[in-house]
């Protein structure tokens, strides 16, 4: 049981530049989400999708796409890399999208470099 | 916007000493959740308080929730070196909101 794994952990990226980044949980949670967390901001939620086939914009959306691939599987497109998305992405999962036992699991995180 | 403010922001101590984190909001949560990060690594569930006033203890760490469901707080007892690391708060209703953490180091 692996939990949530995401791929890469590292990347370096030029301005302009596309990427992937990809997700997975073996849990059957029914909701995921994307994070970048930045020095002194906290967590700031980008995308999540509260069920398999819905997805919704989180705080931070502009300049991210997602798609929720399968159940197990959610990933986050940057279609033109600009350096204010340098950060670190955490991919998260949960049983339920809200209410009293809304506890989400984490992967290790892509430290993502945009020069 | 639900806010959470956690303090202090950064914490310094020395190996055996006890201390609180605080986690505050304006907003009422259905639940909130501590996650503790190490250095490079993702957020990890320590524990989810649900009930207002409720306390839990987890080997020297004990969490209380608010009697309003507003605010939370963290106390550790004799921390130690591996207690070291980032400690978030996250209120529940529908989304989860993130307080910014408190980041604690504690020295041999």
């Known amino acids: 049981n692996a939990g949530v794994t995401q791929t890469p952990k590292f990347q370096v990226l030029k301005t302009g530049q596309s990427m992937t980044l990809q997700c997975a949980q073996d849990?059957?949670?029914?909701?995921m989400y994307w994070y970048r967390q930045d020095p002194g901001m906290g967590l700031r939620l980008i995308y999540y999708s509260a069920s398999e086939g819905t997805t919704d914009k989180g705080e931070v959306p502009n300049g991210y796409n997602v798609s929720r691939l399968n159940k197990r599987e959610f990933s986050l497109r940057l279609e033109s890399a600009a350096p204010s998305q340098t950060s670190v992405y955490f991919c998260?999962?949960?049983?339920?999208?809200?209410?009293?036992?809304?506890?989400?699991?984490f992967g290790p995180g892509t430290r993502l470099t945009v020069t | 916007t639900q806010l959470l403010e956690q303090s202090p922001q950064f914490l310094s101590i020395q190996e055996g000493e006890n201390l609180t984190v605080y986690c505050n909001s304006s907003?009422?949560?259905?639940?909130l959740q501590w996650y503790r990060q190490e250095p490079g690594e993702g957020p990890v569930l320590l524990v989810t308080?649900?009930?207002?006033?409720e306390v839990k203890k987890l080997k020297r760490l004990t969490f209380q929730f608010g009697d309003a469901r507003k605010d939370s707080s963290l106390h550790i007892t004799a921390a130690q070196p591996g207690d070291t690391g980032l400690y978030l708060c996250g209120g529940s209703n529908y989304k989860l909101t993130f307080g910014k953490g408190t980041l604690l180091t504690v020295n041999p």
């Open positions: 998260a999962s949960s049983e339920a999208p809200g209410g009293a036992r809304y506890e989400q699991y």
């Open positions: 907003s009422v949560f259905s639940s």
């Open positions: 849990m059957n949670h029914n909701s």
């Open positions: 308080v649900v009930t207002g006033g």
